[in-house]
């Protein structure tokens, strides 16, 4: 199938969304707290409402992270999965790690993606079909071919946690970064080689990275080695590994 058209609602809902967040200075954003204790701010909610009106047509299903989950969309072969913001704190603080992060899933398996940091200036877009971009340039997931050397991107705050202590004797790089999203992202781009979490996460917070990667090229699995089936009751699902086939076995083996 043909996903262009999915790919120019992401693309067109993304420059809408970067145009809004203009009127935000980063690190200098007022939150509150979920419950859970993650924090929102006003951009989230905008963001939320901004790219439903431009995504969303009739027949599709739609989970956001921002948005009270409606089990109709369980019924839908076609259903959109969104972060307004993936890694708000980055947001809230200044760091230019965080993005918005949008994922279209046909039957369980996500076909198009777009995934846009902003103040990094770096828009990801990409179909099965089409390969990835990044700022309109072809991207691949790199050719590494051992751990030796690699770059391992991890989560600022399970490193701070001391997670990652048990692989600091290993040969890869480990660098800490924000949102998860962003991180996929820039595997499939091949900005960097690998990158894992250690902690369950949302489908919210992975679907778009998952199928940036796996169309540049690139291999994702979740804790358990397993592939997923996105738009599940429970969106939550274990940590996950992602990097190019050559290494990613290695990864596992080390992880696991």
């Given at each position: ?93 200044g760091i230019d790690e ?16 777009g995934i846009c940091n ?28 051992d751990l030796t050397g ?107």
């Amino acid at each position: 199938m043909d996903f262009t058209e999915p790919l120019a609602r992401i693309e067109k809902a993304l420059l809408a969304a970067t145009d809004v967040l203009k009127a935000f200075t980063a690190g200098k954003i007022a939150s509150t707290l979920k419950d859970g204790g993650d924090p929102v701010t006003e951009a989230d909610i905008l963001l939320d409402a901004l790219l439903k009106d431009i995504l969303l047509q009739d027949g599709e299903g739609w989970l956001s992270e921002e948005t009270k989950d409606n089990p109709s969309r369980l019924d839908k072969k076609c259903v959109w999965i969104v972060d307004p913001i993936d890694g708000t704190r980055e947001f809230i603080q200044g760091i230019d790690e965080w993005c918005i992060s949008v994922a279209y899933i046909v039957n369980g398996r996500g076909e198009a993606a777009g995934i846009c940091n902003p103040a990094a200036g770096q828009t990801f877009l990409g179909t099965r079909n089409t390969g990835v971009t990044l700022n309109g340039k072809h991207a691949r997931v790199t050719g590494k071919g051992d751990l030796t050397g690699a770059t391992v991107l991890a989560s600022r705050s399970e490193v701070k946690r001391g997670e990652w202590k048990r692989f600091e004797t290993e040969p890869f790089e480990i660098i800490p970064m924000g949102s998860v999203a962003y991180k996929m992202a820039r595997v499939a781009a091949g900005l960097d080689d690998a990158t894992l979490t250690l902690v369950p996460k949302n489908e919210w917070d992975v679907a778009a990275g998952w199928l940036l990667i796996e169309a540049a090229g690139g291999e994702v699995v979740d804790k358990n080695a397993k592939l997923r089936k996105f738009n599940q009751q429970n969106p939550l699902l274990p940590g996950l590994l992602a990097a190019n086939p050559a290494i990613l076995a290695s990864l596992v083996d080390i992880c696991l």
